[in-house]
């Protein structure tokens, strides 16, 4: 039983390195936008926590104003969007995947920028990191597309 998890051992002159590999840019991608999802979804939350923030949305008031079924829609329409890049990254061919991602992650590093600088508050701690990390995320999309590799004519067959 000893030997079921033996260690070859190397020689201690040589160098070596983990194994890797090459992640696709599609991958990438639809991994980002599943983080940034995971931010979106987590701020909504931590934030009923904060105090008076239940019975705002109970009476019918919002983070943006007065809460309506067509506001509601909005909301939902919007964050369509990253949730519909998620498998839009892995499926869509790499000339519409790219321009898609930039357009989708320009319009998300907006708005996001937009509510951390609304958001700063003591309460709002939370939102802001999340917001900024958000940031991070969104403009990492942007820019891992913007440089989305070329290949030629030949080898992308």
């Not at 599943?34 to 926590?49: E, N, P, R, T």
């Not at 892995?90 to 958001?119: C, D, H």
């Amino acid at each position: 039983m000893r030997n079921v998890l033996q260690v070859k051992k190397m020689p201690s002159n040589q160098h070596y390195q983990r194994e890797d590999f090459r992640i696709n840019i599609k991958l990438k991608l639809s991994a980002l936008w599943i983080s940034a999802m995971f931010c979106y979804v987590y701020g909504d939350f931590f934030s009923l926590f904060v105090p008076g923030r239940i019975e705002d949305l109970m009476n019918g008031k919002s983070g943006v104003g007065a809460t309506t079924p067509y506001s509601i829609l909005a909301f939902a329409l919007l964050m369509t969007i990253p949730i519909l890049m998620i498998v839009l990254s892995l499926v869509l061919k790499p000339a519409v995947n790219r321009w898609l991602n930039i357009g989708a992650g320009i319009f998300f590093t907006l708005i996001m920028t937009l509510i951390l600088v609304t958001s700063l508050s003591k309460w709002m701690l939370f939102y802001v990191y999340l917001a900024f990390v958000e940031v991070i995320l969104t403009s990492t999309i942007v820019w891992i597309s913007w440089k989305w590799p070329r290949v030629t004519e030949a080898s992308a067959k």
